[in-house]
């Protein structure tokens, strides 16, 4: 098998295969090849080269404009653009891609207004002046319309009687404005300037800035930048109301919002006046239905609480609270009875214990001890004495029988030395010529003098 | 007096400012949001609101005014606040 296809075919590299369909190509296609088609996938180098591929409905071509042939390009190319252009196709070996290699480039289908158009478009799209983000919203109820156009044209009776058909009672104001002709985009760019400086007295709600149908010529003033700018940078809602069949303008992507004719601005601008009266008819019957319904519930509550006790009898809490009080009463006489009640029962115990006692009995029983008490202590305190008086008499006499006197009556005599005041018991007690004095029985006293001493 | 203050107020609502009123007013009322004497006045207030409404959508001028270009030297009135060439 490898060996039959080794025999069969020579062994290519990539790169000889893709010299050779590059030589193929070159030698079958003519040399310069002009086709038509629409731009896609465009891109700009930095380098200056541009890349991009021409498409029609079936297929898609890629192509490479060189740097050199681009800047004799007038207009700028770019995405959608149907164009002409001429150049020859080459095969790029390293990547083994063919590319028709663009030498011209020219609009295809269009003139230069509808290139400009597109181009004009594109321009103010990547500055974000089509952005929803900056679309102001239309008043729902515009008092005051301001009507830029044409004095003369058709278009101001359309867009008054569209407006003042679906809502007569706003005010029109007109500010006439070439429509048409060089220096009509600059007019109406200014007109929409002053308008917005003198607003303040004005007081326009929503401007309509538009014109009748015509060629692209016609509308052109409507896809100038000056007038795009001006609509932008208004302050005041525009509708775009210019008329055309199949394009847009310019100005209708920059205005706030736009209607493909100026007899459909009234259907933008204002609201329907029988969808307005209709909506008030309902708010009328909400607010009175509403009321009446609140009135109802509230007159059902009122019955509810008049039907209650309260009102059917208005004493009822008064006799409640009267009994309450009769009862109350009641049990006050209930508990002071009580308390008096015992009370004297208590009186009543006592005094019967103390009956209980006998104290006349008892004072008698104490009366009868003492009197007994009183005769015992008497005869103890005699005998006491008694006996008393008795020692006291034996005392005596045994006292009476030591007195030395008493000695005396039986013969003695007691003799003292008056000079020492010693009694003389031995004859050493006294002196020669010592003063003696002798006391005798009878209590006399005989006073001699010693004048001799026997010895024995 | 409140009264006729009241109607003096709403005359000078515009048509916007007049329905927005009416409109919230009957969410008020319905959602019971106030009072029963409150509702009452509301409800007057509505009313009122409802005729200065339809007053305005009566009032069928169909008149074009046009604004001049040059500055007037004199303020205009409020009610027309530029000279009309046609009406």
Redesign the interface.
């Known amino acids: 098998m490898q060996s039959q296809t080794q025999t069969k075919t020579k062994v290519y590299t990539v790169a000889q295969v893709n010299s050779l369909v590059r030589d193929v190509l070159a030698a079958n296609l003519p040399s310069w090849l002009t086709i038509t088609g629409e731009i896609t996938d465009w891109k700009a180098h930095q380098s200056g080269h541009c890349y991009f591929s021409l498409k029609d409905e079936e297929s898609v071509l890629p192509c490479a404009m060189w740097r050199t042939s681009f800047a004799k390009v007038k207009f700028k190319p770019a995405n959608g653009l149907a164009v002409l252009v001429t150049g020859s196709i080459d095969l790029y070996v390293p990547q083994g891609r063919y590319k028709l290699i663009v030498d011209e480039m020219i609009p295809a289908g269009m003139g230069a207004l509808q290139l400009a158009f597109e181009q004009m478009v594109r321009k103010l799209e990547a500055e974000g002046l089509f952005d929803e983000s900056h679309k102001k919203p239309l008043p729902r109820y515009p008092q005051r319309i301001g009507i830029l156009t044409s004095e003369s044209g058709a278009a101001l009776h359309d867009i008054a009687d569209s407006v003042h058909n679906r809502w007569p009672c706003t005010r029109l104001a007109l500010y006439p404005v070439p429509v048409q002709g060089p220096g009509a985009a600059e007019a109406i760019a200014a007109a929409i300037a002053d308008v917005n400086r003198r607003n303040d007295r004005l007081k326009l709600d929503v401007l309509i800035v538009g014109r009748g149908g015509g060629s692209l010529e016609d509308l052109w003033a409507f896809n100038e930048e000056v007038l795009a700018r001006a609509i932008f940078a208004s302050r005041i809602p525009i509708i775009s109301a210019v008329g055309h069949e199949v394009d847009v303008t310019v100005a209708d992507l920059v205005a706030d919002a736009r209607v493909s004719t100026p007899t459909k601005a009234g259907v933008v601008a204002v609201p329907d006046r029988g969808d307005v009266l209709t909506d008030l008819m309902n708010q009328q019957r909400r607010l009175t239905g509403s009321v009446r319904s609140r009135f109802g519930l509230c007159n059902e509550y009122l019955q509810t609480v008049l039907a209650s006790a309260v009102f059917r009898n208005p004493l009822l809490p008064i006799q409640n609270r009267e009994q309450c009080v009769d009862d109350l009463c009641g049990d006050l006489g209930d508990a002071m009875r009580q308390v008096f009640f015992q009370a004297h029962k208590q009186v009543q115990d006592s005094y019967e214990q103390v009956a209980r006692l006998e104290p006349h009995r008892l004072l008698g029983r104490m009366m009868v001890e003492l009197n007994e008490l009183k005769g015992r202590s008497l005869a103890a305190v005699t005998q006491a004495l008694n006996r008393r008086d008795l020692q006291i008499t034996a005392q005596e006499n045994r006292l009476a029988g030591l007195n030395p006197r008493s000695v005396l009556r039986r013969g003695y005599s007691i003799t003292q030395n008056l000079r020492t005041g010693q009694v003389v018991r031995t004859a050493g007690d006294v002196q020669i010529d010592d003063p003696i004095v002798t006391e005798l029985a009878d209590e006399h006293r005989i006073e001699s003098r010693v004048t001799g001493i026997d010895k024995g | 007096m409140a009264e006729r203050k009241n109607k003096d107020e709403i005359a000078k609502l515009?048509?916007?400012q007049a329905?927005g009123q009416?409109?919230e007013?009957?969410t008020r009322?319905?959602q019971?949001q106030i009072a029963?004497q409150d509702?009452?006045d509301q409800?007057e207030k509505?009313?009122a609101l409802?005729k200065h409404?339809?007053d305005?959508?009566?009032?069928?001028?169909?008149?074009?005014?046009?604004?001049s270009?040059e500055?007037p030297t004199e303020?205009?009135e409020e009610e027309d606040?530029?000279p009309l060439?046609r009406g």
């Open positions: 515009t048509f916007e329905i009416l409109r007013i009957v009322i319905e019971g029963l509702s009452l409800y509505g009313m409802i409404c339809r305005i959508l009566q009032k069928a001028e169909k008149r074009i005014e046009k604004i270009k500055e303020p205009p606040p530029e060439l």
